[in-house]
């Protein structure tokens, strides 16, 4: 059974930092993507930043880029997101997502609804001021 969990969400203030976690089992690891995703009460997904599996290419949405660093541990099958400098903007549910590399650096910078095969269930992260 494909599996993505999210984990380290939590409830910080302005200019604070978290780490996510996303493990993953059930799939080929080194063969796909992962993205990260967010989504506020009443605002649509959205997507924040990417990373292929195999040679770590990289991609950022504009308004996390310098503040947030996405990588991986192919040992650990595990994604991470390090944020940093924490904004209100920044609040919603975190989701991680798999599809082959292609698609998923397609998905995340080109904004398409829809594309990637595997999603977790989400870590909510709650930036206050």
């Known amino acids: 059974e494909v599996q993505l969990v999210e984990s380290g969400g939590d409830s910080v203030q302005t200019g604070g930092s978290l780490r996510l976690s996303c493990a993953t089992s059930?799939?080929?690891?080194?063969?796909?993507?992962i993205g990260w995703f967010r989504q506020a009460p009443g605002k649509e997904r959205e997507a924040v930043a990417s990373i292929s599996l195999r040679d770590g290419f990289t991609y950022y949405k504009d308004s996390v880029k310098g503040r947030f660093t996405i990588s991986k541990d192919n040992a650990k099958n595990t994604v991470y997101l390090q944020m940093n400098s924490l904004k209100p903007d920044d609040s919603g549910i975190y989701y991680c997502?798999?599809?082959?590399?292609?698609?998923?650096?397609?998905?995340?910078?080109?904004?398409?609804?829809?594309?990637?095969?595997?999603w977790g269930k989400g870590t909510p992260v709650t930036v206050s001021s």
């Open positions: 059930g799939f080929a690891f080194d063969d796909y993507g």
């Open positions: 997502a798999a599809a082959n590399p292609v698609q998923t650096l397609l998905v995340v910078s080109t904004g398409l609804h829809s594309g990637m095969e595997f």
